[in-house]
């Protein structure tokens, strides 16, 4: 199944990509970075998959940080001298809902909001596909790359 192979693929890239930045190599993207607004942050993907997909979503939240610059922790924000107070932010999730039909299938749902500083929803996607065809990771980069 080619899908199956081109999971394997992603895995084995980020795997290295991972091992390499741990031994201090400096990786650099090879794609911009997308873009928002300097006002702009981007949240950490949150997991709402079920525990049966809980080490793909390593790698489904490795390949969401990947293209973005994510919101940095709070204790290094008041030190940085650059730093904009951000008006928008970015928060997406990723679920996992199991196929009563067929075993190990799943309907994946992807959700991005676009929230003002207030809290207030601007924006909101929501995409959806199954896994009958796809791994859960192709099925979420096919979901989540649809800026």
Known sequence: MLSGYVDSAIKNYYDKRRAA??????VRNVYPLRR??????????KDRLP??????FTYMRESYDYPY?????SSSLSKNADF????????????AI???DKPHAYQMIFTRAVRNANGITE????RSTGTFRLTP???FLYLSNGD
């Open 51 to 56: 525990p049966g997909l809980a080490n793909e």
């Open 123 to 126: 924006q909101l996607e929501l």
């Open 98 to 100: 199991p196929s009563r």
């Open 69 to 73: 610059k994510l919101m940095p922790d």
């Open 21 to 26: 930045i741990n031994s201090g190599v400096e």
């Open 84 to 95: 904009i107070a951000p008006t928008h932010f970015v928060d997406s999730s990723i679920e």
């Open 137 to 139: 990771l192709a099925a």
């Open 36 to 45: 928002y607004p300097a006002t702009t942050r981007v949240l950490p993907l």
